[in-house]
């Protein structure tokens, strides 16, 4: 009989509808920003938690919509009139909404599974972890909507409810992250640990996964709303009421204190494998990470061009190309450790931009530059970025292929004419003095020190 109901339920009330515009709503997130987790699982669970930031609200208005169906159609006291237990009645539309919810989101993220196993060379089990947290998140919403629709049956509780719950999951984490007025503006607050009992999750690095034990005291905590959610909708008697506030209470006093701080950086790891060295030895060694092994193809010309060009000038020149291991650093839970050194026969590049497909984009003829400037650049942390040494990278770099820097985009016309000096005044040296001072200047950026790197920009140097 109750599977009976159960099926009515499925092809009569709003459940379907829900589960539709969830789908729709996920998929066109997810699809209009394929750039962000194409080639990677891990991106995908992580986006995939992120766009609760949107499902949830939806699924919080749509189990209110539910929830005030009897009061809508005046049938509450015909049904208190019989002997048949609450829960009974509600338990199989309850189980239409869950089943509907979680299909959409098991199918959006499929969907957008097409995007990443074409180039995917690394398959982290520990994203199928991050992602079904998102399972008890959308239960949870939608019955605890039912239950706000139930107990406030109105036609303005369901949007209410989903402004409500966009504020608690989209803007609550910006707001616990706000600088402190004072002294350090400039610092951040670290995110409490109750952060974490959100289900949404932002900002982490494509070297990186979530720690399982977060993702498992997550989901303990909300399995326990979502049993609150689903005791509140069959509650009759004051008594019941407060009982069923119990296993969210519990589910908090038992996550809590064993979630880290720092929101989603301080739950974050460095995924050994997703960092092992993929290499292409037909020539010059070039290495990418595991978890970027699609993009090695694009990535090995461009590379050995590079170190052609070096082995040319540069005395004791770099001879394979790496792609770095550092963590982009703003997802970094601690930025004061300084990274392990490369070796002098190395250069390390940074990631190439990823396009929506998964593969590297090279258009702008960015990345050939950037791979001349990295061989005088050391992984010694924090390094700069602009100023004096960033100038001289420039000019370092456009050495190696014989012309003048190429001019910036919104780079004023006084610091063009200023690297355009630094470059002439360094090739009229004779081409020993040239090469004697480009070698200084590699050994000392190697040892992370920038002084005998900036001196090229100086035309009085002896």
Same mark, same amino acid.
Request: hydrophobic share 55%; net charge positive; aromatic share 6%.
């Given at each position: 009989?109750?599977?009976?109901?159960?099926?009515?339920?499925?092809?009569?009330?709003?459940?379907?509808?829900?589960?539709?515009?969830?789908?729709?709503?996920?998929?066109?997130?997810?699809?209009?920003?394929?750039?962000?987790?194409?080639?990677? +699982?891990?991106?995908?669970?992580? *986006?995939?938690?992120?766009?609760?930031?949107?499902?949830?609200?939806?699924?919080?208005?749509?189990?209110?919509?539910?929830?005030?169906?009897?009061?809508?159609?005046?049938?509450?006291?015909?049904?208190?009139? $019989?002997?048949?237990?609450? +829960?009974q009645?509600?338990?199989?539309?309850? /189980?239409?909404?869950?089943?509907?919810?979680?299909?959409?989101?098991?199918?959006?993220?499929?969907?957008?599974?097409?995007?990443?196993?074409?180039?995917?060379?690394?398959?982290?089990?520990?994203?199928?972890?991050?992602?079904?947290?998102?399972?008890?998140?959308?239960?949870?919403?939608?019955?605890?909507?039912?239950?706000?629709?139930?107990?406030?049956?109105?036609?303005?509780?369901?949007?209410?409810?989903?402004?409500?719950?966009?504020?608690?999951?989209?803007?609550?984490?910006?707001?616990?992250?706000?600088?402190?007025? /004072?002294?350090?503006?400039?610092?951040?607050?670290?995110?409490?640990?109750?952060?974490?009992?959100?289900?949404?999750?932002?900002?982490?690095?494509?070297?990186?996964?979530?720690?399982?034990?977060?993702?498992? *005291?997550?989901?303990?905590?909300?399995?326990s709303l979502?049993? $609150?959610?689903?005791?509140?909708?069959?509650?009759?008697?004051?008594?019941?009421?407060?009982?069923?506030?119990?296993?969210?209470?519990?589910?908090?006093?038992?996550?809590?204190?064993?979630?880290p701080?720092g929101?989603?950086?301080?739950?974050?790891?460095v995924?050994p494998?997703?960092?092992?060295?993929?290499?292409?030895?037909?020539?010059?060694?070039?290495?990418?990470?595991?978890?970027?092994?699609?993009?090695?193809?694009?990535?090995?010309?461009?590379?050995?061009?590079?170190?052609?060009?070096?082995?040319?000038?540069?005395?004791?020149?770099?001879?394979?190309?790496?792609?770095?291991?550092?963590?982009?650093? +703003?997802?970094?839970?601690?930025r004061?450790t300084?990274?392990?050194?490369?070796?002098?026969?190395?250069?390390?590049?940074?990631?190439?931009?990823?396009?929506?497909?998964?593969?590297?984009?090279?258009?702008?003829?960015?990345?050939?530059?950037?791979?001349?400037?990295?061989?005088?650049?050391?992984? =010694?942390?924090?390094?700069?970025?602009?100023?004096?040494?960033?100038?001289?990278?420039?000019?370092?770099?456009?050495?190696?292929?014989?012309?003048?820097?190429?001019?910036?985009?919104r +780079?004023?016309p006084?610091?063009?004419?200023?690297?355009?000096?630094?470059?002439?005044?360094?090739?009229?040296?004779?081409?020993?003095?040239?090469?004697?001072?480009?070698?200084?200047?590699?050994?000392?950026?190697?040892? =992370?020190?920038?002084?005998?790197?900036?001196?090229?920009?100086?035309?009085?140097?002896?």
């Open positions: 009989m109750t599977a009976r109901i159960f099926r009515i339920e499925l092809r009569r009330s709003a459940a379907l509808g829900i589960g539709v515009l969830l789908l729709v709503t996920g998929a066109a997130l997810l699809l209009s920003s394929t750039e962000f987790f194409a080639g990677r +699982w891990m991106q995908l669970a992580v *986006l995939a938690r992120s766009i609760l930031m949107v499902l949830l609200p939806l699924a919080l208005a749509g189990g209110a919509w539910m929830g005030r169906r009897d009061a809508r159609h005046r049938v509450g006291e015909l049904f208190a009139s $019989t002997v048949r237990p609450r +829960w009645r509600v338990v199989p539309t309850a /189980g239409a909404l869950a089943v509907t919810v979680v299909t959409a989101y098991v199918l959006v993220f499929v969907i957008a599974a097409g995007w990443v196993v074409p180039t995917s060379g690394y398959f982290p089990s520990a994203s199928i972890v991050v992602t079904a947290v998102g399972v008890p998140a959308l239960i949870a919403a939608g019955w605890l909507g039912m239950a706000a629709g139930r107990a406030v049956p109105r036609v303005i509780t369901a949007p209410v409810l989903a402004v409500v719950g966009f504020v608690l999951v989209g803007l609550a984490p910006e707001l616990a992250m706000a600088p402190d007025t /004072g002294a350090e503006i400039a610092r951040f607050r670290p995110e409490p640990a109750a952060m974490l009992l959100l289900p949404t999750i932002n900002g982490l690095d494509d070297f990186q996964t979530i720690m399982t034990r977060v993702s498992l *005291l997550q989901a303990l905590w909300l399995v979502a049993a $609150t959610g689903l005791l509140l909708l069959s509650a009759v008697r004051r008594r019941a009421i407060a009982f069923a506030v119990l296993p969210a209470v519990l589910g908090v006093a038992v996550a809590l204190p064993l979630l701080v929101g989603a950086r301080g739950a974050a790891v995924d494998v997703a960092i092992e060295l993929v290499c292409d030895n037909d020539g010059p060694q070039v290495c990418v990470r595991r978890v970027h092994a699609g993009l090695l193809p694009d990535v090995v010309g461009p590379a050995r061009q590079a170190l052609g060009m070096m082995a040319a000038k540069l005395p004791d020149a770099p001879v394979r190309a790496v792609q770095t291991q550092q963590v982009t650093f +703003w997802a970094r839970p601690d004061e300084a990274p392990a050194r490369h070796a002098a026969d190395t250069i390390v590049f940074d990631t190439p931009t990823i396009n929506r497909l998964g593969r590297a984009d090279l258009s702008g003829d960015y990345f050939l530059p950037s791979l001349l400037e990295a061989a005088w650049q050391q992984e =010694c942390g924090d390094q700069p970025v602009l100023g004096d040494v960033y100038r001289a990278r420039m000019v370092a770099a456009a050495w190696l292929t014989g012309r003048p820097p190429a001019p910036q985009p +780079w004023a006084e610091e063009m004419a200023l690297l355009e000096s630094a470059y002439q005044a360094l090739v009229s040296l004779p081409e020993a003095e040239q090469r004697r001072r480009m070698a200084t200047a590699r050994e000392g950026v190697l040892a =992370c020190r920038d002084d005998e790197l900036v001196a090229i920009m100086s035309k009085d140097r002896p």
